[in-house]
């Protein structure tokens, strides 16, 4: 399953977001450092499903698929607050990054209503920039990888010298559990315009430029704009699209009350919706009622709260990832017990069948013959690149998978 990773300042909404999406209960309040540890969660991404233009009649099983839409579940961790100087362990420090190494997306946070400070306080609504925001992490996330590399690096630059390792490949060894390739390595040293056979000589300030650069090719950040129902969120939005970020305005706050409204049966509202209908007025308080209207207000201007949006965004479009029907047998497009599409893969962009058999299992991947497209029933070309709702039928000396 892919990992998220929720980071950002404190009390910029990490928490109420979460909450949104997994529905579970965790403190959230309007001060900074309401949460200490991180909180893990599934929440889903929409994708529409294959099985209607493939004219099938069942459901399939395993993963769900409502309407026509199929839920593909996603890892999630809210992380504590971040603020400035956390590497050198200031509020609660940077330690728990070690739980979202694995991450494939870091989503970062921003008050985009500019109403707390950069430690999280609250302040004037439209007073801070949240570019500041995102800058932090940025900086914060590059000292706290400078950390990790900093401990090898004499040894690390010597060896690369006396040609007894590559500067590539031990870099890459360093990094190895936070999902950093050799080829993000290689640019990093060409962007950073440094002298690879030479590392010795890399000043601290050198080594952290290009840690930076590092940081920025392997985990690129996506920006969640949130409380984005404050009129002073306009503005910040903006200024975080001007500043060349991949952002996405959002809600959370309205999305984890339509949520919980939509699971007490006060409103009927599926995730992604871009309106909601109610289902018993009066059963609701005046004061809800209200809040339910300001929510409907916004989702008009806004085509929805956002936040679901947010997940399918980063996933499909800024990371391009390739979901896929893996199916054993390709005329029934089941696996062998009979479960019709019992599953969907996310593979990272360019992969190939020989990647999504490895997914699968290393057995699969290790004993890879050949692919069949269970839609044309033809043999797939060996440098095939998969596209997303590819139906895969995987041929291997291991076994036919799927
Ligand atoms: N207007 C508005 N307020 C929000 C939104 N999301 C969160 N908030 C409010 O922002 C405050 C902080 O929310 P949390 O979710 O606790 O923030 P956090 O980032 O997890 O904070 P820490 O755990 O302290 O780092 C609370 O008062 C929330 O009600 C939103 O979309 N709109
Ligand atoms: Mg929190």
Redesign the pocket.
Known sequence: MELAGLV?K????????FSALTLVDVP????????KKPNRGVTYLRFNCVCKSLGVKDNPKNSLCIDGVRLIPIQII?C??IVPQAHLGRGLGLQFLDEIRQASSLIV?ADA?GGTDIE?NLVEPGTQDPVEDVRLVERELSEWLLGIISKDWPRIARAAEAKQATLEDEVTRIFSGLGIEKIHVESAINRSELNPSHPTAWKQDELRRFVSELRSLAKPLIVAA?????PTAQRGIKRLMDAGYDTIP?????ERTLRIAAERGYIRYRPGDKTFTMVDESRLTQMQRRALERIAAFMEKNQGTGVQNLIDKVYLEVLGYVPVFPVEDPTRLSDRNGNVLPDVYLLKPGSGPRELAYKIHTELGEGYLYAIDARTKLKLAADYVLKPGDVISIVSAAKRGG
């Open positions: 950002g404190p009390n910029v909404g990490k928490s109420t977001l959230i309040a309007n001060y900074p450092f309401t949460t809210d504590p607050g946070v209503s999280g949130n409380k984005a129902d404050m959002c809600s959370a706050e309205a």
